[in-house]
C-alpha cells in the first residue's frame, strides 16, 4: 500500500482515522487525529480511504476535511504552524525513529552502515532506509561524509551504544552515491584510556546492493538488511599508544636530518617476509597452548578472531600481500576466512601455489 502525505486513513484495529502529515520511514507515518496530536502508526495498521469511501463517517482534523492540498485562507490557523509546532513535529519525527532504533547484530563490536530493504516491493527493486548501526558497547561520535565529485559532508551525531541512527531513503538508482565516502569515529568509552579516534574510508561494490544473498534479516528486524563494516571497534588503539611525529631539533651547527618518526609495534610486524608481504598460520597450534582443552567451535572462534586482528592490521599498515595458512580438515575455517576476505571490495581472493604452500593456503591481495 502507498501512502503519501494528505491522505486520510483509517485505523485497522480500533476506531477513529486521521490524515497522514509526515513520512517517518518505509514503515511508518505520522497520523494526524481530531483531537490535535500527531501519533506514529505503522502502515500495516492503516487503511487507505478513497475520498468516494469516507462518506464523513471518520473524523477529521478541523481544516483537513480536503487534505494537505485543499487551498486554505491565508493567514488562517490551518493554513500556518508556528515555528514552535514546526519543532515539536520535527522532535516527535526523531522520536519515533529512536524508538525503533535498536539494533543488536549477534557477534564483534563494530560500527556499520545499514541498508534496510522493504518487504513489501520485490528485495532487488525497492526502496532502501540507510542507517548507521552502532553495534558496540559504548556512545559514538561520528562524521559522515560522501564521495560526490568531492567529498561531502552528509551527517554526523552522537549514535548511543546498540542503536541506528536513520540517514535517509533512497532509490535503487541513488546507490551509487552511497558507494564510496569516509567516517570519523570517536568513542565515548568508559574504560581509560579510550580507543584512539577513527578515521576510514569505504567503498563498496555497486553489485553488492543487487545480490540477495548480501541480505539478512537480524535481532528485532522485519526486514532484510545489507550490512557494511566501517569499523571493527576492538581493534582500535588505545589512545597512548597512538604515536604522533617527534622531532628533535638538530645541533647548531651541523646538517643533521630530523630524526626519523617514532613507530608503533603493529602485529602484523611480526609476520612479513618482505616490505610488502606478511604470511600467517592459523593452525591452532600456532595461536594457543592449551588448545587441547578446547572444543571445535573454540577453537574456530580463537582462528577467526586472529584473522581479523591480523587481516586489519595489514590493511592500516598496507601490506599489499597476505598469505593465510589455513589448511585442509573439513574446509570450514578456509570458508569462514574467504568470506571475510570477500566483505572488502579492494581485496582479490586466489589460491596460493600448490607447489610451495600446498592446498590448504589463500592469497589474499589487497589494492588502497
Excluded at 502525505?5 to 494526524?32: A, H
Aim: hydrophobic share 40%; net charge negative; aromatic share 8%.
Amino acid at each position: 500500500m502507498h501512502i503519501n502525505v494528505g491522505d486520510k486513513v483509517k485505523f485497522l484495529n480500533e476506531e477513529g482515522g486521521g490524515v497522514v502529515r509526515e513520512i517517518v520511514d518505509q514503515k511508518t507515518v505520522l497520523v494526524s487525529i481530531p483531537e490535535g496530536f500527531d501519533i506514529p502508526v505503522s502502515k500495516g495498521d492503516l487503511i487507505l480511504l478513497e475520498p468516494e469511501a469516507s462518506g464523513g463517517q471518520v473524523p477529521f482534523p478541523e481544516g483537513m476535511e480536503g487534505g494537505a492540498d485543499t487551498p486554505q485562507p491565508r493567514g488562517t490557523a490551518a493554513s500556518m504552524e508556528s515555528r514552535e509546532d514546526l519543532e515539536s513535529r520535527e522532535a516527535l519525527k526523531e522520536r519515533v525513529r529512536a524508538s525503533a532504533a535498536s539494533m543488536a547484530i549477534p557477534g564483534e563490536a563494530a560500527f556499520y552502515l545499514a541498508f534496510e530493504a522493504d518487504l513489501q516491493k520485490p528485495l532487488m527493486v525497492g526502496d532502501l532506509d540507510v542507517y548507521l548501526v552502532n553495534n558496540t558497547g559504548d556512545d559514538v561520535c561520528y562524521i559522515l561524509y560522501l564521495d560526490q565529485q568531492g567529498m561531502v559532508r552528509v551527517k554526523h551525531g552522537v549514535i548511543s551504544h546498540q542503536q541506528r541512527h536513520f540517514l535517509q531513503t533512497i532509490s535503487r538508482e541513488e546507490i551509487s552515491r552511497w558507494c564510496k565516502g569516509w567516517i570519523q569515529l570517536i568513542m565515548a568509552a568508559s574504560q581509560f584510556p579510550p580507543p584512539a579516534p577513527e578515521n576510514t574510508g569505504f567503498k563498496i561494490r555497486p553489485s553488492r546492493f543487487f545480490s540477495a544473498e548480501n541480505y539478512k534479516v537480524y535481532p528485532g528486524r522485519s526486514n532484510p538488511v545489507f550490512l557494511y563494516c566501517l569499523s571493527r571497534t576492538h581493534l582500535l588503539l588505545k589512545a597512548d599508544q597512538q604515536q604522533t611525529a617527534l622531532r628533535e631539533p638538530a645541533s647548531k651547527g651541523t646538517p643533521e636530518s630530523h630524526p626519523p618518526l617514532v613507530s608503533r609495534k603493529a602485529i602484523i610486524d611480526k609476520y612479513m617476509v618482505d616490505d610488502e608481504e606478511a604470511q600467517v598460520d592459523l593452525h591452532i597450534e600456532q595461536l594457543s597452548e592449551d588448545h587441547y582443552r578446547m572444543n571445535a567451535m573454540e577453537k574456530l572462534n580463537r582462528q577467526l578472531s586472529f584473522f581479523q586482528r591480523i587481516l586489519q592490521s595489514a590493511i592500516v599498515n598496507k601490506v599489499k600481500r597476505l598469505v593465510i595458512i589455513h589448511g585442509v580438515g573439513a574446509g570450514i575455517l578456509k570458508a569462514e576466512v574467504r568470506r571475510e576476505l570477500q566483505q572488502y571490495d579492494y581485496i582479490d581472493v586466489e589460491d596460493a601455489p600448490i607447489a610451495r604452500y600446498g592446498v590448504g593456503a589463500t592469497i589474499a591481495k589487497i589494492y588502497q
